[in-house]
């Protein structure tokens, strides 16, 4: 499942990619968000990264045959090898 939204656009000749605001931008995105994570929920199966938004889908459904979770690791652990 994917949801075509773009948030950034890329145009040649430019240094770096531009952030596509719309209005209401925070909210739609907010409102996306959720809307994913509803969507996913019903599936029977999920391939996800271990986040609040994968413990979300789970929580709204008990009838995933396969989960898979991408483990890279933690979000903000700074090593200090």
Excluded: W
């Amino acid at each position: 499942m994917v949801l075509d939204r773009e948030y950034f656009e890329y145009i040649p000749g430019k240094k770096d990619p531009y952030h596509v605001e719309r209005p209401n931008d925070h909210f739609l995105q907010g409102k996306e968000y959720l809307t994913q994570i509803v969507i996913a929920s019903e599936c029977n199966s999920l391939v996800a990264a271990r986040c609040g938004a994968s413990y979300t889908a789970m929580m709204l459904t008990d009838k995933f045959e396969h989960t898979y979770f991408f483990n890279l690791g933690r979000y903000g652990v700074i090593s200090l090898d």
